[in-house]
């Protein structure tokens, strides 16, 4: 909690300052931290009385148990009032996959703690909107591959017919193959991607009396014959390729291309699914409790609204008091496969008009479901950046062609950060703080300011 200074006498008293009583009240409150000073003979007024009964004790060193007035005009014993102990205590439990924009690891849900006598409306409280990306254990920063098949699709090379062999790319990612080689045929499926270099993956889907191998560098190269090949990348990987040999016959025989995780023993093959998919938020549920235990306290639920419609936020702060006045939204959303792309000096490109504007040495504040973030100074294949306002795509195997790289972008999320703050819709939502201890927190994010009792925690 920072540090307040206090400001009028009565706060100066509760502060343990040495000043003269005037007031029969002051001369209360002086008493409990000072007992040589002299009060009244007999309290006349409730608290009066409230106040010479938390002064009963030994000394300044006294826990103050502070008799306060509810709002419904009753009082309440329990609780330590203008004397809120805080404290931090462990985050409910977020899956270990989950990952904040900016943030390395896991969800900072603080709880924020404090005791309480007043069973009074909190004056403010704000709350964090988070975005949450699933990796499905997958290294961070990563190159897709959320699901089962880590092998990227479309490939470089669509259906053709080459040296007497006619393969069709199937939809799904499977290759089918008919006819007799009368060469050695190469067929790359892939260029320049990456895997963990700490991660063991398996290499599946090629046919008997053929390949599919992943090559790193020339000296480290893994071939599937038909049975798979277990294999953890040094490097970049540098191609994918299919293998048939010369004077093979083939009769519509159906490749399967697919790199698992080693972990995964079902070999099945599964289409690739390149999202990381990352996760908004249509509504908070902000927590009230005396314990750590969402069971044992109220619930607090917030909506997001676009007019009568739901919201989802990405990123931002919910003033859970004030509602839509005092909401911020941080954070923009797009799915890549609707904005109109260019291309020039080897990248995809669009303008979002309302993106934070950086410098080509600066890593944006983003997060994309398929690319890591990268400067666009220095940009990778098969990474994203922004500069200048603009959002940029480095990926290499569409070449030029933008209708090509719109259509594999469909269904890519980003979320980066806006040039200038929105306001969005929810109610303004009362919330009490409970009589004793107080542990408030929100399942969107952590919580960035909070009063009660006319007190900042």
Request: glycine share 8%; hydrophobic share 30%.
């Amino acid at each position: 909690m920072p540090e307040i200074d206090p400001i009028t006498r009565e706060e100066k008293l509760w502060s343990g300052e040495d000043i003269e009583p005037i007031t029969r009240e002051e001369m209360y409150i002086k008493h409990i931290f000072d007992k040589t000073q002299p009060i009244p003979s007999k309290p006349i007024t409730r608290k009066e009385m409230l106040l010479e009964k938390a002064g009963e004790g030994g000394g300044s060193d006294v826990t103050i148990k502070q008799l306060s007035v509810t709002e419904n005009g009753t009082y309440s014993e329990e609780g330590t009032a203008y004397s809120p102990v805080i404290v931090n205590v462990p985050a409910p439990p977020i899956p270990d996959n989950a990952y904040l924009l900016n943030e390395v690891e896991g969800l900072p849900s603080d709880i924020a703690s404090f005791s309480d006598g007043s069973n009074l409306p909190m004056p403010k409280l704000e709350v964090a909107v988070e975005p949450q990306q699933d990796l499905h254990g997958y290294d961070h920063p990563w190159v897709g591959g959320a699901g089962k098949n880590k092998l990227p699709f479309p490939y470089v090379s669509d259906s053709t017919t080459v040296w007497g062999i006619t393969f069709t790319v199937n939809d799904d990612g499977t290759i089918t193959a008919n006819g007799t080689a009368t060469n050695s045929i190469y067929l790359d499926l892939i260029y320049n991607f990456s895997l963990s270099t700490t991660t063991s993956y398996i290499l599946t889907g090629s046919v008997s009396g053929c390949q599919i191998y992943v090559k790193v560098k020339d000296s480290e190269v893994y071939r599937d014959y038909g049975n798979g090949v277990t294999f953890t990348p040094s490097d970049i990987i540098t191609n994918v390729t299919m293998y048939i040999p010369n004077g093979t016959v083939v009769n519509n025989a159906v490749f399967k291309p697919m790199i698992r995780l080693a972990s995964v023993t079902d070999s099945t093959f599964e289409p690739y699914s390149n999202i990381c998919p990352i996760i908004g938020h249509t509504e908070a549920n902000v927590v009230v409790s005396p314990t750590t235990d969402a069971e044992d306290g109220q619930t607090y639920n917030i909506q997001f609204k676009d007019g009568s419609n739901p919201l989802t936020v990405y990123g931002g702060s919910l003033d859970v008091i004030n509602g839509t006045s005092g909401n911020k939204k941080t954070l923009g959303y797009v799915n890549l496969g609707n904005p109109t792309w260019g291309y020039n000096n080897g990248r995809f490109y669009y303008n979002p008009t309302d993106a934070k504007v950086y410098a080509q040495t600066e890593v944006a504040n983003m997060l994309c479901s398929q690319y890591p973030i990268s400067k666009y100074l220095s940009q990778a294949d098969n990474s994203i950046s922004s500069y200048a306002g603009y959002i940029y795509v480095r990926a290499d195997s569409y070449g030029e062609d933008v209708t090509a790289f719109k259509q594999a972008m469909s269904g890519v999320q980003l979320v980066y950060e806006l040039a200038t703050p929105t306001t969005f819709e929810s109610l303004a939502t009362p919330i009490k703080s409970l009589s004793g201890s107080n542990n408030v927190w929100a399942d969107t994010g952590k919580i960035e300011e909070l009063e009660y009792f006319g007190k900042e925690v």
